[in-house]
């Protein structure tokens, strides 16, 4: 790829953050002019160039059934967990057996990671505590795991979840390597579990 190419390539890639920050400047002042759209445009170029964050490769694939499907089961997920976990803080005899886990996902994507990460946090009862990017694996902490069983039961969510991004909005690798590849075996995620009262 020539040096011309390659800076093409990278506006092309920085454009949607752009869009972005334009709307999100005109829409923090209120009203839409010209003026906003001028100084909005300025100021998110200066911070596309002076705050450069590595260029999230988009898939240029969506299946709209797919994002359906996604958006339908987290919100169950997040209703599901929401009572679990009110019941817990609201039991008599609160004792818990939390878990650190490390699930090794499929995708190589940044922003599949983003988005498998996100789903997982904003499901009570779990939140990402890392990230090891390069590995593409999550670290997170769970509520109320008592067995390996659960341990393993979690995992697998967390993959099933990844596999519901993927199909909706995931590259043609991806979903290759979802479809050629099974899931880790227990053995391949670092767990540590420990007591709270």
Do not use: C
Request: proline share 5%; glycine share 6%; charged share 15%.
């Amino acid at each position: 790829m020539t040096p011309r190419k390659g800076r093409l390539v990278s506006v092309a890639n920085q454009l949607p953050a752009i869009v972005g920050l334009v709307v999100l400047w005109m829409l923090l002042w209120g009203s839409f002019s010209w003026l906003n759209f001028v100084t909005g445009t300025g100021v998110a170029v200066l911070v596309s160039v002076s705050f450069y964050l590595v260029p999230v490769q988009l898939s240029n694939r969506v299946n709209p059934w797919f994002v359906l499907t996604y958006l339908v089961r987290l919100i169950i997920d997040i209703v599901r967990a929401s009572v679990q976990v009110a019941g817990l803080a609201l039991s008599p005899r609160l004792v818990t057996s939390n878990a650190i886990l490390a699930v090794h996902l499929r995708t190589r994507s940044d922003l599949i990671l983003t988005w498998t990460a996100v789903s997982t946090s904003i499901v009570p009862g779990s939140i990402v505590v890392d990230i090891d990017r390069e590995h593409s694996t999550l670290y997170l902490h769970v509520l109320n795991v008592h067995s390996a069983a659960g341990i393993e039961r979690f995992r697998r969510t967390v993959l099933e979840t990844e596999r519901r991004i993927i199909r909706a909005v995931g590259s043609r690798q991806d979903l290759e390597r979802l479809r050629g590849v099974t899931p880790p075996t227990p053995d391949d995620s670092t767990t540590t579990k420990g007591q709270t009262p």
